[in-house]
């Protein structure tokens, strides 16, 4: 039975690719071997219909190898060059001058022509193999690549960033590339650059630049229609000083530091995502999409920040994280001191502590000591109805005492909130007189008299909404505050603390 003696061919080194198929070891035929000659593995185990397979195989693996060296698109990845189901091979574990060596070892092995497509992607890679990447750049414009991806994006920069060779390109060889996408390269100023000129999309991730360097890189992007950005932590504004009258989508995220974004063109698209900033006016703009890590800053930059005169405004979509809300699972008492300063620009709502009820679930007893600076008027009805919020049963609140009671609107809703929504609450004291206060303020004797509407606005709308008999409201008359130091109503303990102070 003739016998064959199998080699590996030089292509059988090709590491494994998306781009190669499943094309990995190529075997090719050297020779035959007369019946009876006993030399190698091969005259042992190949039969007659095994050997035909594989002569069949090795002229397909040929045809394959012709195929695959003018494949139109070429990716070059951890995954399409080391990855493998049954291996698992850690992505620590390859090293950068393996990557570079399986990468110019295809590329030596390619046509060289008509390549769509171009895509490099290692995060392992930045300057010191600058020498190898502008090779790379160099086989994109020999093989007039249209769409280019540099991706070196990594967590942790270690090194310095690769940094882009403007200098490669000119009129006639920047002319092909239609699409770039750079990944922790650094663009240092450039000048007169000549590889963007017919551009249509480009995205910067990670990418070393200043807002000036960014204003020239666009100079010449005559034609661009997409831009994306994404986490270019220098640039503080972006702007043109001449019209991108193609550009039509504008994707921005996470550059923390900007501030400003003016670009002249009929911008149709803007997506934003990450620090939310002023937008200039747009007549063209007609889709919006906002991503905010909260609802509340969304809408609140939707009603103060966001510019009302759009009025091609068609789709505005708010994309957000509802976190989950702040629970206290074990917590049976929590106890609250606070000072309210200068109420004359107060934006504090009291009524926004109903949240707590939520908060705590097994909260068994409440302590909220207030006290303020100044005087303000306690509710009266011209004052506009009492606010009620949605319902928040709580089945285990027992106890409640609040101190420092005015009798402002904001205090009685909170109080009638507590005392509608606690089912087994047994009693809620309401004491007029404040527990707690600044340090450096003096009571006065107007603060005496705020004692008395305390106590008459809670009379009035506390006990009217007790219908269990649980409210116990400390008794302030006029007569007890006239003429009267006012720091000898207020409770002892806070008396004593400030005595221990001024020790």
Not at 96 to 102: A, H
Not at 422 to 435: C, F, G, H, Y
């Amino acid at each position: 039975m003739a016998t064959v003696k199998a080699r590996a061919h030089p292509a059988a080194h090709r590491p494994p690719s998306a781009s190669t198929g499943s094309c990995g070891w190529l075997f090719v035929a050297q020779g035959t071997q007369a019946p009876g000659q006993q030399h190698g593995p091969w005259s042992e185990t190949c039969s007659a219909g095994e050997l035909m397979r594989w002569w069949r195989t090795s002229i397909l693996s040929k045809h394959w190898k012709d195929v695959w060296c003018s494949r139109r698109n070429l990716k070059f990845s951890f995954k399409s060059l080391f990855y493998n189901k049954k291996c698992r091979i850690p992505y620590s574990s390859i090293k950068e001058q393996v990557f570079i060596d399986r990468v110019n070892t295809v590329l030596n092995q390619h046509s060289g022509g008509g390549v769509e497509k171009l895509e490099f992607e290692f995060s392992s890679l930045h300057n010191e193999h600058a020498e190898y990447i502008d090779g790379w750049l160099k086989f994109a414009i020999a093989s007039k690549t249209k769409q280019l991806i540099l991706d070196f994006t990594f967590v942790h920069p270690p090194m310095e960033p690769y940094s882009f060779p403007f200098q490669l390109f000119d009129a006639t060889t920047g002319s092909q590339l239609q699409s770039m996408k750079l990944g922790s390269v650094s663009l240092k100023k450039p000048s007169n650059i000549k590889v963007l000129l017919n551009l249509t999309k480009l995205e910067l991730v990670d990418v070393n630049i200043t807002s000036e360097e960014f204003e020239t890189t666009l100079f010449n992007c005559n034609v661009l229609e997409f831009l994306g950005i994404s986490r270019c932590l220098m640039l503080t504004s972006l702007w043109t000083r001449h019209p991108l009258n193609h550009l039509n989508h504008l994707h921005v995220s996470h550059c923390p530091l900007l501030q400003e974004l003016e670009l002249s063109s009929g911008l149709i698209t803007l997506e934003c995502e990450g620090p939310l900033m002023p937008l200039a006016s747009h007549s063209t703009l007609r889709n919006v999409c906002i991503k905010s890590p909260d609802v509340c800053s969304a809408l609140a930059y939707i009603f103060t920040a966001f510019p009302s005169t759009l009025p091609r405004l068609e789709m505005l979509t708010i994309r957000c994280q509802e976190i989950e809300p702040l629970r206290f699972t074990y917590l049976r008492h929590m106890r609250l001191e606070l000072n309210f300063v200068s109420l004359e620009t107060r934006t504090t709502d009291v009524l926004d502590l109903a949240c707590l009820l939520e908060a705590a679930p097994y909260m068994e007893k409440l302590e909220l000591h207030m006290w303020m600076d100044r005087t303000l008027e306690r509710y009266r009805k011209r004052h506009g109805e009492l606010r009620s919020l949605p319902s928040q049963l709580h089945s285990h609140l027992k106890v409640v005492n609040m101190t420092g009671f005015y009798g402002q609107k904001d205090k009685v809703d909170l109080a009638l909130h507590i005392l509608g929504n606690a089912s087994v609450l047994e009693t809620m004291k309401i004491n007029p007189k404040p527990m707690v206060a600044a340090t450096n303020v003096l009571l006065t004797s107007e603060d005496g008299f705020c004692f008395v509407d305390g106590y008459r606005a809670a009379k009035k709308y506390l006990f009217r909404a007790d219908h269990r008999g649980v409210v116990d409201v400390v008794k302030v008359r006029r007569r007890d505050v006239e003429n009267v130091w006012p720091y000898k109503l207020v409770d002892p303990y806070w008396i004593a603390l400030e005595a221990e102070q001024d020790r």
